[in-house]
C-alpha cells in the first residue's frame, strides 16, 4: 500500500499456506479463480521463494503452521523460541519496510513485547528484509495470544480478510480502553520517525480522497439494486449527507489534513488486539497487524477505535478519548474531527460489506455470511447516528421536536467529544442554513 490509508474495498491478494515438518514442506494458494493451469504453474516458483525465506530468515527452525493474517504469514517454533515469517504484498518496498521496522523498535523501546519487532537479517544487519521472487519477507517476533474478535479468520472466497467488529453484547470496554492507551504510547515514542523524510505518508487529506473515491464508484454499482435493498438505500441516504458535510469539516482544517505526527496503525479492528483470557483476567498481550503503519494523523487510529470495536457509542467514544489524552495530549480540533473521520471510515466499509451481501455472487453459501450480515448491521446502524450527528435533516428533525421526540438516530447521548446537539458553537462547523443550501 505504501503509505495509503486502509478502507475496506482492499485489493485482491494472493494468500498462501505454507505447512513445514522437518522433511516436508508444501504450498496452497488462494486463487481469484478455481483450479486452473495457470494457477498450478505458479506453485513451484511460491514454493521456491518460501523455502528460500525460510532457509534465510528461519535456520535453525523445523516446524511451522499456517497464521491468519491478511497477509502470509507462518509461525515458525525452535530451541530458541518463536518467531513469525511474513512476505509482504508485491507493492511493499524495502525502504517502506525499513521504516516501518524502526517505528516499531521505538514503540517497542517504550512499550516492551506488546509491541512486534522486525528483526535484522542474520547476515546483514544494516537491513529488515529479504527480496525474493518480487516480494519482500521478514522475520518478527511473535506475540502470545488470541485476537479479540471471536470472528476473526473469515476470507473471501478471492483471498480477502473479512473484517468486523465484536457483537455489541461482547463486554470489552475495558480492553478497549487499555488498547487506547496503549496506542497513545505509541503515537508519543513515535513522533520523531514520523517526521522522517522516508515516512510513508498516510493523513487525513489521503483517507478524504480515498473514501470520495470509494462513494463514487460504490454508488453507481449498489445504486442499481437501491430501489429492492432497504439497507442500501440507508447507506445511500446517508453517503449523500455525510459526504459533503465531512469533506467540510476536515478542509476546514487545513493543517490537521496534512498532519504526519505519529505512528499510525492505518487498520485497526479487533483482530489486531491478541487478549490472554488465562486465570480469569483479561490483559491485552499484544497490538499487531501494522504492515499498512505510515505517519499520519491519531484521528485516524482513534476514529477506528470509536467505530471498528463495538460500533459508534458516544459515551464509548468519549472514553477511548480520554484514555488516550490520559497518556498521550489531543488537542480540541482533533478531539473534533473523530467523529468526523469515523463516518468517512463508515462510509467505505459499510460499502464493502454490502457489496458482499448483495452483489458478490461468490458469497453465496459462505459460511459466514449470517456473521456478515450481522457486523454490516452494526456498521450500518452506526452510520446512520453519526450521519444524524453530523448532518442532520433539519425538516425531519423538526418534525420529531414537534411531536415531542427525539431527534432520529435514538434517544440518549449520543455526541462525540466537542460535537454537539442543533448549531454547533464551533467556528469549523457549518451551520444548518449552509448544510441546506449545499
Known amino acids: 500500500m505504501n503509505g495509503s490509508t486502509v478502507v475496506c474495498h482492499e485489493a485482491y491478494i494472493q494468500i498462501p499456506h505454507l505447512s513445514l515438518t522437518r522433511n516436508h514442506c508444501s504450498v496452497y494458494t488462494a486463487r481469484m479463480t478455481d483450479n486452473t493451469a495457470d494457477n498450478h504453474s505458479n506453485e513451484t516458483p511460491e514454493l521456491d521463494a518460501w523455502l528460500e525465506a525460510t532457509n534465510a530468515l ?63 537479517l542474520p547476515d546483514t ?3 529488515r528484509s529479504l527480496a525474493i521472487m518480487g516480494h519482500q519477507y521478514t522475520r518478527s517476533s511473535y506475540l502470545p ?10 476470507r473471501t472466497p478471492a483471498g ?16 478497549v480502553m487499555e488498547a487506547a492507551r496503549l496506542i497513545a504510547r505509541v503515537h508519543l515514542a513515535t513522533g520523531d520517525i514520523a517526521e522522517r523524510n522516508d515516512a510513508p505518508i498516510s493523513n487525513l487529506n489521503q483517507m478524504l480522497r480515498s473514501v470520495r473515491d470509494v462513494w463514487a464508484e460504490q454508488r453507481r454499482l449498489l445504486g442499481d ?20 458535510t465531512a469533506s467540510d469539516l476536515l478542509r476546514n482544517e487545513p493543517t490537521l489534513m496534512q498532519e504526519r505526527s ?24 499484544g497490538i499487531v497487524g501494522w504492515q499498512s503503519a505510515a505517519a499520519g494523523s491519531p484521528v485516524l487510529d482513534l476514529a477506528a477505535l470509536a467505530v471498528h470495536m463495538q460500533g459508534w457509542s458516544a459515551a464509548t467514544t468519549e472514553a477511548i478519548v480520554e484514555s488516550y489524552s490520559r497518556v498521550a495530549p489531543l488537542r480540541p480540533e482533533q478531539r473534533r474531527l473523530v467523529p468526523v473521520v469515523a463516518s468517512l471510515d463508515l462510509v467505505a466499509c459499510v460499502a464493502w460489506l454490502l457489496r458482499l451481501n448483495y452483489v458478490d455472487d461468490n458469497m453465496i453459501g459462505h459460511r459466514a455470511m449470517p456473521v456478515i450480515r450481522s457486523g454490516m448491521k452494526t456498521l450500518l446502524n452506526s452510520l446512520e447516528v453519526l450521519t444524524h450527528i453530523l448532518a ?8 420529531f421536536q414537534r411531536r415531542g421526540g427525539s431527534a432520529p438516530g435514538g434517544t440518549g447521548r449520543r455526541f462525540a467529544p466537542g460535537v454537539g446537539r442543533g448549531r454547533s458553537t464551533s467556528p469549523h462547523r457549518p451551520d444548518s442554513k449552509d448544510r441546506r443550501k449545499r
Request: hydrophobic share 35%; charged share 20%; with cysteine.
Open 125 to 127: 544487519p544494516e537491513r
Open 262 to 285: 505519529v505512528l499510525v496503525h492505518g487498520n485497526f479492528w479487533p483482530d489486531d488486539i491478541l487478549v490472554d483470557r488465562s486465570a480469569g483476567n483479561e490483559r491485552i498481550t
Open 160 to 175: 480477502q480478510t473479512i473484517n468486523l467488529p465484536l457483537h455489541e453484547s461482547a463486554g470489552a470496554g475495558d480492553l
Open 225 to 244: 439494486i437501491a430501489a429492492d435493498n432497504r439497507d442500501i438505500r440507508r447507506w445511500l441516504r446517508c453517503g449523500n449527507r455525510i459526504i459533503p
Open 392 to 399: 442532520p435533516d433539519i425538516e425531519q428533525t423538526t418534525r
Open 145 to 154: 495470544g488470541f485476537p479479540l474478535g471471536r470472528y476473526g479468520g473469515y
Open 58 to 120: 528461519g535456520s535453525g527452525y523445523r516446524n511451522a503452521r499456517t497464521f491468519s493474517s491478511d497477509q502470509p504469514i507462518v509461525h515458525m517454533t525452535g530451541p530458541k523460541g518463536d518467531i513469525l515469517l511474513r512476505q509482504w504484498p508485491a507493492s511493499a518496498t524495502a525502504g517502506h519496510i525499513s521504516w516501518i521496522a524502526d517505528a516499531l523498535d521505538a514503540a517497542h523501546q517504550s512499550i516492551g513485547d506488546q509491541i512486534p519487532t522486525i528483526a535484522p
